[in-house]
Nanobody, 117 residues
Framework: QVQLVESGGGLVQPGGSLSLSCAAS????????MGWYRQAPGKQRELVAT???????NYVQSVLGRFSISRDNAKNTVYLQMNSLKPEDTAVYYC???????????WGQGTQVTVSS
């Protein structure tokens, strides 16, 4: 069974940093894109950042210059380095993986990120 295990969430003060990790296992397909989504209380889920197997990245405008996504293909792991965190970044962050044809899609369990003083 495909599993995505997330780690790295927690409580941080505004302006602080956190690093998220997501390790995928059990996938028989080539993971083309890995990404992070987030859902704040009472809000819709939104895409935060994605990265393709070759390293092409995309970010939502609100995190540009503050967040950085990366991946280790040998370890099937995706990372999200979050700097200069703001209270509006508070959300549950979910890892996501897809194949190149968008036939397969899997989600992590979610990890809570809280930015508050």
């Amino acid at each position: 069974q495909v599993q995505l295990v997330e780690s790295g969430g927690g409580l941080v003060q505004p302006g602080g940093s956190l690093s998220l990790s997501c390790a995928a296992s059990g996938s028989g397909f080539v993971i083309y894109v890995m990404g992070w989504y987030r859902q704040a209380p009472g809000k819709q889920r939104e895409l935060v950042a994605t990265i393709t197997r070759s390293g092409r990245t995309n970010y939502v405008q609100s995190v540009l210059g503050r967040f950085s996504i990366s991946r280790d293909n040998a370890k099937n792991t995706v990372y999200l380095q979050m700097n200069s965190l703001k209270p509006e970044d508070t959300a549950v962050y979910y890892c996501n993986i897809k194949d190149i044809y968008n036939v397969y899609e899997y989600w992590g369990q979610g990890t809570q990120v809280t930015v508050s003083s």
